[in-house]
């Protein structure tokens, strides 16, 4: 935060702030940061400090509450777009699965189908004919023989 905003934040002018660090012998440039330019946490506490007895008494102006509810409406629009990204990859993740469904579900019933045709062909046990007992299971299976 700079001291012009700080200055907006408490009602008063930059010259005040710089006034009253002056009267009671705080040099600016300790507050300040060298690389931003701008006041320091343990600045904004300072000159809080300086102006009442508590930083929550200060009462923010009607641009910063403005500013900070435009930067929330951006952040959930943001979120909003992240959000409706991860359900169309989920809506393509369902039909994809739905689809590995439907030809499991297909691939299963004609394995069933091959079962039964399978059991109706063996012979029921203890029913097995000499025959029958010289038949391969192949033979069996097809009802075929060699040769």
Same mark, same amino acid.
């Given at each position: 935060?700079?001291i012009k905003q700080m200055a907006?934040?408490?009602?008063?002018?930059?010259?005040?702030?710089? %006034?009253?660090?002056?009267?009671?012998?705080? %040099?600016? $440039?300790?507050?300040?940061?060298?690389?931003?330019?701008?006041?320091?946490?343990?600045?904004?506490?300072?000159?809080?400090?300086?102006?009442?007895?508590?930083?929550?008494?200060?009462?923010?102006?009607?641009? /910063?509450?403005?500013?900070?509810?435009?930067?929330?409406?951006?952040?959930?629009?943001?979120?909003?777009?992240?959000?409706?990204?991860?359900?169309? /990859?989920?809506?393509? $993740?369902? /039909?994809?699965?739905?689809?590995?469904?439907?030809?499991?579900?297909?691939?299963?019933?004609?394995? %069933?189908?091959?079962?039964?045709?399978?059991?109706?062909?063996?012979?029921?046990?203890? %029913?097995? /004919?000499?025959? $029958?007992?010289?038949?391969?299971?192949?033979?069996?299976?097809?009802?075929?023989?060699?040769?």
């Amino acid at each position: 935060m700079t001291i012009k905003q700080m200055a907006d934040k408490l009602g008063v002018t930059p010259q005040a702030i710089y %006034q009253r660090l002056k009267k009671n012998g705080v %040099q600016i $440039s300790t507050l300040i940061d060298r690389e931003t330019k701008e006041l320091t946490g343990e600045a904004e506490v300072i000159i809080g400090k300086l102006y009442g007895p508590d930083q929550s008494e200060i009462k923010p102006t009607k641009q /910063s509450v403005i500013d900070a509810l435009n930067e929330q409406v951006q952040t959930l629009r943001t979120e909003k777009a992240v959000l409706l990204e991860r359900i169309k /990859s989920l809506e393509e $993740s369902v /039909s994809s699965l739905k689809s590995d469904k439907e030809s499991l579900t297909t691939a299963l019933d004609k394995a %069933q189908e091959l079962h039964k045709q399978t059991i109706t062909l063996l012979p029921a046990p203890g %029913q097995v /004919s000499q025959a $029958s007992e010289k038949l391969t299971w192949k033979e069996r299976l097809t009802g075929r023989r060699r040769g």
